[in-house]
């Protein structure tokens, strides 16, 4: 059966996934080293291979979406020479399934292209995506399964970097829900206002975006602080932290057949 690396680059994380057929047999995230040569890439992913006990000569295929430019041409080139194949890269010529309403298509992330066609085909629409990462992104999906627009806000990382920096009496702490919303001290009080504040601006973005796709909207959270979000908020429905690997998994097997 095929065996295919779908890798996601983003500003922080790098997330990579194996699949065997529809089903991921290995998944990692790894930080975003924006001068790491293409021969240390290829090293590390050996080396994460090899701790699952799966051999790099079963790759058969490599689909890629990068918001990081730079980094695309590094791993083209760690992909031809660790596995032999030029990877798919989902940019303006690949076919995905999605029709973007977008003013200009060119300016969508491949990364939000690449969710909508897995929620196409895993949850259907109307659907509003919560990307957390480097950015939060917000992103529309109508009913027919199109990419509409949406919205971005600064991650949750860079807003509580803006006040530990900005603010010069008060230190960084953990980004985790605190026990109440009410802080008795300092640390606590910033928590509470960094990750409850948070949750706050997800659950009234999703209630702007129901009145405008309608009250059936589906709502699906994927991401690294996704499933700690979701604990906190019964406005998100689902929580799929491989959505965007899956869409890799998909817009592939559309290109190959």
Known sequence: ??????????????????????????????????????????????????????????????????????????????CRRYFGHDPLIVDAGVRTGVRIRYENPREVGADRVV??????????????VVDFGTATTFDAISREGDYLGGAIAPGIGIAAEALFSRASKLYRVDIAPPPKVIGTNTALAMQSGIFYGYV?????????FRDELGEDMKTIATG??????????????????????????????????
């Not at 080396?47 to 430019?69: E, M």
């Not at 969710?115 to 509003?128: I, L, N, R, T, W």
């Not at 601006?201 to 209630?207: R, S, Y």
Request: net charge negative; glycine share 8%.
């Open 1 to 78: 059966m095929a065996v295919l690396l779908a890798v996601d680059i983003g500003n922080t994380n790098i997330t990579l996934g194996v699949y065997q057929g529809e089903q991921l047999q290995a998944h990692w995230r790894i930080a975003t080293v924006h001068d790491r040569m293409p021969d240390e890439y290829g090293i590390l992913l050996v080396q994460l291979f090899q701790h699952r006990g799966l051999a790099i000569d079963d790759v058969s295929g490599v689909a890629i979406a990068s918001v990081v430019p730079a980094l695309t041409r590094v791993f083209q080139e760690m």
């Open 224 to 257: 690294g602080l996704a499933q700690m979000v979701a604990r906190e908020t019964s406005a998100i429905q689902y929580v799929d932290p491989w959505l965007t690997l899956d869409g890799l998994r998909i817009i592939y097997a559309m290109n190959r057949r």
């Open 200 to 208: 706050s601006l997800v659950e009234g973005m999703i209630a702007r």
């Open 115 to 128: 969710d909508c066609a897995a929620v196409q085909h895993k949850y259907g629409g109307p659907a509003c």
